[in-house]
Antibody
Framework: QVQLQESGPGLVKPSQTLSLTCTVS??????????WNWIRQPAGKGLDWIGR???????RYNPSLKSRVTISVDTSKNQFSLKLSSVTAADTAVYYC???????????????????WGQGTMVTVSS | DIQMTQSPSSLSASVGDRVTITCRAS??????LNWYQQRPGKAPKLLIY???SLQSGVPSRFSGSGSGTDFTLIISSLQPEDFATYYC?????????FGQGTKVEIK
């Protein structure tokens, strides 16, 4: 079955760039039926979608983070990555890499859902 | 951005109880609504997609309904493993957003 695994530093200094990689195993990474996301969750709080990428490289970001976020893909390694620049303490969170599945066609496009999640990795921003 | 508002924020219930959680979108989202369960220290798990479709492997005591702006998640008979936090999420248009969560606790 498909599995996602996050990797990267657990501690990042303020103003630096947070970098995480997600490795996807056991599935069709390049299938057009799926795309790949980053979602984060500060301790004790809710879930925030950061952005997504298709295997083709097409991206879309949350406008709240758009100026600081870059998501990239390496299909040869079945990996996608997150870079978040100029981090502050507010970026401290558990970061999840997540697969989205494209569902039935609705009024404005497919009805998609986040069907497979990585276990999450805690990133702390602190000097 | 589309805002998702869940109610209640928390509830206490007993094993065997019927539990209802509601989610309201700030604009119409048709059936572009998903529900997730998150146990402490774990990643969220997809329960219901497209408002009412049960994800493979999810027990049939979970059900979802609604369309437009108002949605409901029902647990027909609460089991010990169901004590968790539940989130709704829309996929109508980016940015995707989640509700604030509903924590289901043991009475």
């Amino acid at each position: 079955q498909v599995q996602l695994q996050e990797s990267g530093p657990g501690l990042v200094k303020p103003s630096q760039t947070l970098s995480l990689t997600c490795t996807v195993s056991g599935g069709s990474f390049s299938s057009g039926s799926y795309y790949w996301n980053w979602i984060r969750q500060p301790a004790g709080k809710g879930l925030d979608w950061i952005g997504r990428i298709f295997a083709s490289g097409s991206t879309r970001y949350n406008p709240s983070l758009k100026s600081r976020v870059t998501i990239s893909v390496d299909t040869s390694k079945n990996q996608f990555s997150l870079k978040l620049s100029s981090v502050t303490a507010a970026d401290t969170a558990v970061y999840y890499c997540v697969r989205a599945s494209r569902g039935a066609v609705g009024a404005t496009g497919t009805i998609d859902s986040f069907d497979i999640w990585g276990q999450g990795t805690m990133v702390t921003v602190s000097s | 951005d589309i805002q998702m508002t869940q109610s209640p924020s928390s509830l206490s219930a007993s094993v065997g109880d019927r539990v209802t959680i509601t989610c309201r979108a700030s604009q119409t989202i048709s059936s572009y609504l998903n529900w997730y369960q998150q146990r402490p220290g774990k990643a969220p798990k997809l329960l219901i997609y497209a408002a009412s479709s049960l994800q493979s492997g999810v027990p049939s005591r979970f059900s979802g309904s609604g369309s437009g702006t108002d949605f409901t998640l029902i647990i027909s008979s609460l089991q010990p493993e169901d004590f968790a936090t539940y989130y709704c999420q829309h996929s109508y248009a980016t940015p995707w957003t989640f509700g604030q969560g509903t924590k289901v606790e043991i009475k």
